[in-house]
Structure formats: C-alpha cells, structure tokens
C-alpha cells in the first residue's frame, strides 16, 4: 500500500470507528438535529448536532462597496505614544434575514478596530471586558513582554480592566492582528466576533507613497434564526469553517483595485485555507507576515494563505475590466467530512491597469546568530477507545503536541533570551496543520515531503507555517523577550483542544 493511500486508509478508517463509537454517519458537515451533550463537557460546551437549519447565503445582504476598515482613534497627544479604549462586550446586529444576531465585539464593531502605530511607539491599550468569559488579547505576531502577550496565564475575568502597554519594536514593521487567548475558549471568542487588524508603519517604507486596500477575511455560521451556533463534533475534529465568507466584515462586496495599490490580507478564520484568484492579476508579494521581504517575489495567479497568515501584495493587473475574486479549493484532508470541491466567491473587482515600478531591493536581513540549541517538534493525533461515549474526552485528548495536550503548569522547552534556535517541525497526522510560535518571526529553511527536501528560495519573516501530512519543516528564530511563549496549531479548535505548547525564555 502507497504511502498516499495508507493516509486515505488511516483517514476513513479513523472516521468510521468515530461513526461507529458515536453514530455518527461520515458524509456532510450538518447532519443530526439538536444538541449532543457529554456528561463530561469541560470548556467545550454543548455539540452542536449537525444538521441544525442554517441561514441561507441570499438572507445576507451582499454587492455593497467595500468599506475600509475602521482606525482605532490615538487618544495620546504625546509623540511616539498610542493610547485608546478597547472592550470585548456582546451587541446585537442584524446581519441576515432581518433577525438580530448575538455577536462578540471589540468596541462594538466587527471587525474590531484597526489599530495603527508606528516603529518605535509606545502602546497603551486600557482593556475592559464586558463578557461573561474571562478573556485576553494577544498581539498575534508581536514581540512583547511576557505579562503583555495575552498569554492564557493572564486571563482578564468578567467586569475587570487592565492596561496592555509595550513598545513596538524597531524594524518590526508589517501586518498583525490582535485576537484572544484564553485557554479552552479561544475558538468561540474568535467565531463570535473578536478579532481585530494591526499595523506597524515603517520610517523607510519603499511604498509609503502607495494607496493601501485592506481586505480582512473572516467566516460567519449563523442558523434560521441569526444566532452563532456551537460547533459541530465535525467542527471540533476538522476546525470550524464558516458557511458566510466575508472580507471587511461584507459578503461579495464590490472593490476597485489598481495596480498603484499595496494590498493587506489577513486571514482571520478559525480553520479556512484560501488559494485567491483573480483573473487578469499577477500577484507580487512583497512581505508577509513579518513585514517586507527582501525583494518584490511573484506569485504567479494565486494567493495561499492559511488561518491566521497574513500577506502584502501588489497586483499586477494585465487587462481592465470586471472580475471575481475566487478562493479554489484546498484539500486539508479533513476526517469525518467528504466534501466535492467547492469555488468560494468572495467579491466582485474592478481592474484598472496601473504600471508601477516597484524596488528591486526591499530591505536587508540581518544574519541569524549561529544555532544554539535544536529541538523537535511534532504534531500528532491521537484516536482514543474505550471512552465510553465520552466525547469531550475524547477531543480533549486527540490533538497533540510531541505526544502531550497542553498543561498550563508545564514548560515543554528552556531557552534563552538572544539565542538562535533551530526547531524541525514534523507534522505526524494525517490533516494540515498550521504552525504558529508567539513573540519572534522565525525563518523558514527547507522543507521535506516524500523524502524530498526542498530548501526555501528566499528569505521572510512569519509566525505562521502551514505543514501537510507528513511533511518537515525546518525552521531558525531568535526570541528577543523573556517569559512564556505559547507555540501551538492556528486551527483554533485545535489548539483549544490543546494542541499547544509552551517555551520559556530565560
């Protein structure tokens, strides 16, 4: 048997013992009305049984022009000094077929608020929250202190406020987020409505003299009633994707897009993967998530980006005219779920060729130390029997990080601060898995997947690192902040059920 159809093999089968254990039938997503509910849920809450009555897509509104995103107002009238208000509180809005939908906002708005500060600034953020959760925000991507980075050890509890203050790095410039980060809750938090776009401008930006676009791009379930529902057991296992895909908060807007543009992209679902296309664009990418690369790299029609990943492009537009953005189909080899491709559409562009001269050289990468200290780190699945109907039990229990769930009372590796670590990171399952480490941008340096190691072209900085089925993936950083850094899966579900990791920097 091939390697190929053994991960089918393994793959099915794992999913007719969970048919079996459970009876739960492998075929869509939404299958069996009502609740299930595990004598033994822990912080995962009621299952939602799959086949509750959803909103249609025509209920929402749809073809309005893109709106920008909204700044988060600097209350500072200090130099170099941000200051403003934010709060996590439950509003209602009407989002589809006139009924009012409970969501979960920052200040009230979805998305939160765009948060703008400059290389160098000082962040002061006078957090409150309103939830009946405890809650925390976590600066995605952001070197920071450690009592700053919205660890889950630093839970804000229902009714109370804190103060995020940091300073945002030198050369750190690039296209963040900000989302929460309490253990066992994050998933929800995320799919009710938190999250939020950050941007750190640059001194010697080499495009500061562009127009930006913004596209933040999140999913929506909502059942026939507008409410967010809880996930599925199918949510759980292969994380949650929303039936309503939105950018900037709108389903299909209608954008217009030149090619005197730099484009921002975030990809702020749970577990979506997106190969965008565009007919008639070339997309050059100029940063990723930790800011510029070296120099402009083409990325040919299609854009891949994976939960949490963020990109900077250019567009090159060969043709005006209107088109329509696309994501294509991306198999994660999801369990439980047989699903036909699908094409997502997303909004409707249109194009106005603009040639722009674009900078051979970006900016310049300072050479890594050389390596200190190597480790390993694997992400498993695990299948457990014998759980006597347990399912909480057994979700909390099947996502595993070099054979563990996450334990907030254990540290998992010891470094230090300033030195160079190379980490090879080995994805033993049979699903993609995103990998994500707080307070560093790390350097990708070659991959392996069926015995072919490939070595990375060019140099970037990112904090997320998508790794298929059995695929390596080699990888170097440096953590400039002592304390707790969380390393874990991005498909949020996943890392709720503790697929996630812990290393201390001294």
Known sequence: MNSIKRRDFLRYSIALGLATHYGWVAATPHMHHGEMMSPNMG????????DLPLMPPSAMPSGQPLSPLVQLANQSDQSAVFEADLEAKVVEMELAGGKKTEVWA???????????VNEGD???????NSLSQPTTIHWHGLAVPEAQDGNPQDEVLPGQTRLYEFKIAENSAGTYWYHPHPH?????????????????????????????????????????????????????????????????????????????????????????????????????????????????????????????QRLEVIPRISQNGTATLISRYYDRR???VREAPTTLTLAKVELTQTDVALPQRLRTFAALPPVAVKRTVVFRERMASGMNGDTAGMLQNMFLVNDQVFDMKRIDFEGKQGETEEWLLFNSSHMDHPFHIHGTQFELINRTLNGE???????????????????????????TEKGLKMFHCHILEHETLGMMAMLQVK
């Open 43 to 50: 912080g995962i809450g009621a299952i939602q049984a799959a």
């Open 106 to 116: 920052y200040n009230g708005q979805l998305p939160g608020p765009q948060i703008v």
């Open 122 to 128: 000082t962040v002061r953020i006078r957090f409150k």
């Open 184 to 308: 066992g809750l994050v998933a929800e938090q995320v799919y009710m409505g938190l999250a939020g776009s950050l941007i750190i401008k640059s001194k010697t930006d080499p495009f500061a003299h562009l127009q930006e676009q913004h596209w933040l791009i999140s999913d929506l379930r909502l059942d026939q009633d507008g409410r967010i529902p809880p996930n599925t057991l199918s949510d759980w296992i292969n994380g949650r994707e929303g039936e309503f895909v939105l950018i900037n908060a709108q389903l299909t807007p209608q954008i217009s897009l030149n090619g005197n543009q730099r484009l921002r992209i975030w990809n702020a679902t749970s577990a979506r993967y997106f190969r965008l296309h565009l007919p008639n664009v070339e997309w050059i990418v100029v940063g990723t998530d930790g800011g510029l690369l070296e120099e402009p790299l083409s990325a040919g029609d299609e854009l891949f980006l994976v939960p949490g």
């Open 334 to 336: 999801k369990m439980m």
């Open 453 to 479: 190691t490939r070595q990375e072209p060019y140099r970037a900085k990112r904090d997320i690192l998508n790794l298929k089925p059995m695929e390596k993936a080699l990888i170097r950083f440096v953590q």
